[in-house]
Nanobody
Framework: QVQLVESGGGLVQAGGSLRLSCAAS????????MGWFRQAPGKEREFVAV????????SYPDSVKDRFTISRDNAKNMVYLQMNSLKPEDTALYYC?????????????????WGQGTQVTVSS
């Protein structure tokens, strides 16, 4: 069982930066691939970033590549999403999620545990 709590969202101007954090409970945290997803009003939840259990591999969609960076600290049970050069289209509710996988899953249905989300709003 893994419980996830996101923090760090807020209102930022276009071009600015935010760092999201995800605190995970449970002694098996290091066994999970960790992902970030987002969902804007009226849209489906979409993949943003994933990191494997050992931090040796990450993946991003083209929409955020070179702007967002995912990282994790297994000793602290934490996952982070550094977001730079933010755009108004990045506005969404951002979710942290955990998948029982040794790879880098990108599908919503591959993730078993989800946080409640943290709101990111980017003004133009």
């Amino acid at each position: 069982q893994v419980q996830l709590v996101e923090s760090g969202g807020g209102l930022v101007q276009a071009g600015g930066s935010l760092r999201l954090s995800c605190a995970a409970s449970g002694r098996t945290f290091r066994r999970y691939a960790m992902g970030w997803f987002r969902q804007a009003p009226g849209k489906e939840r979409e993949f943003v970033a994933v990191i494997n259990w050992s931090s040796s591999s990450t993946s991003y969609p083209d929409s955020v590549k070179d702007r967002f960076t995912i990282s994790r600290d297994n000793a602290k049970n934490m996952v982070y999403l550094q977001m730079n050069s933010l755009k108004p289209e990045d506005t969404a509710l951002y979710y942290c999620a955990a998948a029982s996988s040794l790879s880098r899953p990108i599908g919503v249905t591959e993730y078993k545990y989800w946080g409640q989300g943290t709101q990111v709003t980017v003004s133009s």
